[in-house]
């Protein structure tokens, strides 16, 4: 039975990587808080990625918001213990050619990464002493020695535990259907559960942010791509290092498994919103169609189906796709496993213990949405991590709590507005 449950200082929806950080931070400043997610903890692509903690290969735009999030990662680490699994022993890209080294030397000159991040040039001698069993000719590649990964499926979980702890009433299976107003602020969350009271409230809801806000009149135009990673079973353990190459991604975990996944392409399920963002996603998806593989299928059949009369309205907004396990692309990771066991031989009795995919938020320009509207007072967005949203979400939450207290966000967030995507052409991306 819906309740009305008395307020807190603030709710945070959505529990990926970006609402269990905030959270955290709220209550670490002292604040009530109130989580919630309509699956559980890190239930999604906080939990179904590769893994990369990162600020190699960041838009230049983005070079101060992924040094705060390294950063927030290396308290947090400090904070949390080992629980949160983090790894900070080197992340490198392996290139094949002279044209791959070409796109390393224009990034870290466009980006700085050099004096910011540490981020060098290495060579085929240094390559093989940093990766002794990888096998390949290999150019070069580029290394930022301070970058690192953790265990997607445990992060999160490690920082939500962490704000239980510090009093965080965490809601798992109970889905935000309105931001609620009056007066120009917000006063809460209608939930599946009831209505939740509240002064401030974050929406951290990744591929639904969209969705919620629209009836608030904000427009973030917020899609998702499903993306797909693998974890192998246990093998001989022989890096600590993040490593990527043209054809897989991988890193390997404490226990020895190896997660692994490639970034040759993305698979994109066409659905009735589709066309009412098209022109906001259609020029970054031109420059790179080569990484998006469109499928209609029946992600649209439901779509439809859900907007006939006397369907409940709230569950053709957020039920649909719900995609809580959504299917991994088995012909694309069966590949990628080929390639890592090539890569690595010594791998070569590995087994895929599991695969998986994960329903990515993205924006027309990658990057995020960080931001707190004008328009109604205690309203906080941060949404749209773009398939990187791993490595900088614990940043990201940060950023959102301080604005959640009125307080002067650590970073400059003048790229992340909400009213960019109304100003222009949208801009090209510039990721590695």
Known sequence: MAEQVSGTDVIVVGA??????????????????????????????????????????????????????????????????PALTLVKKG??????????????????????????????????????????????????????????????????????????????????????????????????????????????????AGAWSGKLLAPLGLKVPVRWIRATAARTTAVEHLTELAVHVPAVGFSQLADGSVIFGSAAWSDYDIGIDTLGNLRLFLPNFVRNRTM???????????????????????????????MDDPPPNRTKIERAHRSLTALVPRWGSSRIARAWAGTVDVTPDALPVVAAPPQYGGLVVATGM??????????????????????????????????????GPVRAHHHL
């Open 16 to 81: 990926g990587i970006v609402g269990v950080t905030a959270a955290y931070e709220l209550a670490s400043a002292g604040h009530s808080v109130r989580l919630i997610d309509k699956g559980r903890v890190a239930g999604l692509q906080s939990s179904r990625n590769w893994g990369f903690v990162r600020r190699q290969g960041c838009d230049p735009v983005e070079a101060e918001l992924v040094q705060h999030a390294s950063l927030t990662w290396d308290r947090l680490g400090e904070e949390i213990g």
């Open 91 to 204: 992340l490198i890209n392996l290139a094949p050619d002279e044209a791959g080294l070409s796109k390393y030397r224009d990034w870290l000159r466009a980006s700085g990464g050099d004096t910011l991040f540490g981020s060098r040039m290495v060579g085929p001698d240094e390559i093989r002493d940093l990766l002794p069993h990888v096998t390949g000719e290999w150019a070069g590649g580029l290394l930022t020695p301070s970058d690192g990964h953790a265990d997607p499926t445990a992060a999160g979980p490690a920082v939500a535990a962490a704000a239980r702890a510090r009093g965080v009433v965490v809601e798992e299976g109970v889905t935000a259907l309105e931001v609620t107003t009056s007066g120009g602020r917000v006063t809460g969350v209608r939930t599946s559960a009831g209505r939740r009271a509240a002064g401030r409230v974050v929406v951290a």
């Open 292 to 322: 998006i593989r469109l499928h209609l299928n029946e992600v649209v059949v439901q779509d439809v189906l859900r907007r006939l009369p006397r369907r409940d309205r709230d569950a053709i907004r957020f039920d649909w796709p719900r």
């Open 386 to 423: 773009s398939s990187h949203g791993f490595g900088i979400g614990p940043g990201v939450g940060v950023v959102a709590a301080e604005l959640a207290q009125g307080k002067q966000p650590s970073i400059d967030l003048e790229p992340f507005r909400i009213e960019r995507f109304a100003e």
